[in-house]
């Protein structure tokens, strides 16, 4: 049993099969990537995987849970967060004022905008987010407004407001979309020493095989809704399906 577990999960969208009989389990700890091809059905499973929206059939399971049907906070209670394509971010606040947001959020539960007064003159949450940022390596950009960082900053940023809640399951969706080579492997090593230090498990669906293969223990290939294979990195690279589905001949 591995702590996120999809069973028989099937999701339509009118006359689209979105999703059909899919089957995944993630082992606690590791870090499993989910790849296919454009309209395979990743970004459908991941907001299946976080409560967003609800399969027609099947179940996803949390270290037992259901997550469906659940408020976005109750999900992160659970000890689930998620990266999106695009960072998340208060762009018009400081590093230090957005990492602060989701130490609070952590403790006090379902969030709301007019309490960031109350947030910010608490010295506990200020701690905490201080010593995120150190972590994060971003301790230096502390007053500087989320909006002017580079996009591998704000990833960065993004994924330690994640940590702040002391995530089980991390989901990131595609985290270095958009970036140049070096905030990739910036991003990469990142999630390695995440992966190394933390007792965490994260789910990454991403198209670069060079992130995929970089972080990667176990894979999950879909097409056309269904996954097509389920494999160790070194399997995954030279299955003929998987070739022909996604990778293509130069991979």
Not at 18 to 38: D, F, R, T
Not at 122 to 141: G, R, S, V
Request: with cysteine; aromatic share 4%; net charge negative.
């Amino acid at each position: 049993m591995g702590i996120l577990e999809v069973k028989n999960v099937g999701k339509r969208f009118g006359g689209l099969q979105a999703l059909s009989e899919v089957n995944l389990s993630v082992k606690e700890n590791s870090v499993h990537a989910i790849i296919g091809p454009n309209g395979a059905g990743k970004s459908t499973l991941l907001n299946c995987l976080v409560g967003k929206l609800i399969p027609d059939t099947g179940s996803v399971m949390f270290d037992g849970q259901s997550v469906l049907g659940r408020a976005p906070y109750e999900i992160n209670q659970m000890g689930i967060s998620r990266v999106f394509q695009t960072p998340e971010i208060f762009g018009d606040l400081t590093v230090l004022e957005n990492m602060m947001i989701p130490c609070f959020a952590k403790r006090d539960g379902a969030f709301e905008l007019n309490a960031i007064p109350s947030v910010f003159s608490q010295k506990d949450i200020l701690e905490k987010a201080e010593n995120m940022l150190e972590e994060m390596n971003m301790a230096d950009k502390r007053h500087m407004h989320a909006a002017a960082m580079s996009r591998g900053d704000k990833r960065r940023l993004e994924i330690g407001m994640c940590l702040s809640q002391e995530p089980r399951l991390l989901l990131l969706d595609e985290p270095t979309a958009g970036m140049a080579r070096a905030d990739t492997n910036n991003t990469i090593d990142l999630l390695k020493q995440i992966s190394d230090e933390r007792d965490i498990t994260i789910a990454i669906i991403e198209h670069d095989m060079h992130v995929v293969f970089s972080l990667a223990n176990r894979i999950t290939v879909l097409a056309q809704g269904t996954p097509l294979v389920e494999d160790d990195p070194e399997n995954i690279r030279g299955n003929p399906k998987v070739r022909e589905a996604y990778l293509g001949e130069s991979a």
